[in-house]
């Protein structure tokens, strides 16, 4: 297994478009999650998925973000109608929540979205 | 509502030297883990050292260790030997409410020749 992968790495978008995101999660992890990180900032929690459930979202996931993970493996993040603000990087982390659960999570190289 | 605080922005270490992050948190939970990761530029963030709150012990990992104080819920970073692929942003992350990290904004070290 090769770790999270994030697609695309970079993302140019002007305002107004919907972008979408992907990330292919550690195969045998069950718990998914997305993070968007600022310039300067820590990681901010958007959602969380377990299996294909999502059971968490944060306020700072707005009606225009809407997340899946349609079979409990990849998830996708899609952004409607971007604004200057969702400029950021865009994070996917993964994890087991078994019972050799060490609450480590395992990120992506995350995607970059620049919205002009 | 759990938060972390890293209370100094930026850090600089000579090679070879120690230097010491500094991390507090707050949370209601009673069994929680904290976390540093390190990420380097445009790369991945990676786990550096883990402690479980219940553990009186201080985590260590090589150069890395940490100091966890419960009652002043307090938990800084030691490097030992900094080397140059040691800079990076680090950030101290608690995980209590059962399903995701809080971050704090992260410290920038700068390692100097």
């Known amino acids: 297994d090769t770790g999270v992968s994030q697609d695309p790495r970079h993302k140019i978008t002007k305002r107004g478009q919907n972008v979408t995101f992907r990330c292919d999660p550690i195969s045998e992890h069950n718990r998914l999650y997305w993070y968007r990180q600022t310039l300067g900032q820590g990681p901010e929690f958007l959602t969380y998925?377990?299996?294909?459930?999502?059971?968490?979202k944060s306020r700072l996931l707005s009606d225009r973000f809407s997340a899946e993970r349609p079979k409990g493996s990849f998830s996708t993040l899609e952004i409607q109608r971007t604004e200057q603000g969702d400029s950021a990087m865009y994070l996917c982390?993964?994890?087991?929540?078994?019972?050799?659960?060490?609450?480590?999570?395992?990120f992506g190289e995350g995607s970059r979205l620049t919205v002009l | 509502a759990q938060t972390v605080t890293q209370s100094q922005p930026e850090m600089s270490v000579q090679e070879a030297e120690t230097v010491t992050l500094s991390c507090t948190y707050d949370t209601s939970e009673s069994d929680y883990y904290l976390f540093w990761y390190k990420q380097p530029p445009s790369r991945q963030m990676i786990l550096v050292i883990r402690?479980?709150?219940?553990?009186?012990q201080n985590a260590t990992e090589n150069r890395f260790s940490v100091n966890f104080q419960k009652a002043a819920k307090s938990f800084s970073l030691k490097i030992s030997d900094s080397q140059l692929g040691d800079a990076a942003m680090y950030f101290c992350?608690?995980?209590?409410?059962?399903?995701?990290?809080?971050f704090g904004k992260g410290t920038s070290l700068l390692v100097t020749p």
């Open positions: 992350a608690c995980d209590g409410s059962g399903y995701a990290l809080n």
């Open positions: 402690q479980e709150a219940y553990k009186q």
């Open positions: 998925f377990q299996n294909e459930a999502q059971l968490e």
């Open positions: 982390a993964s994890s087991w929540s078994g019972t050799d659960n060490t609450g480590e999570l395992f």
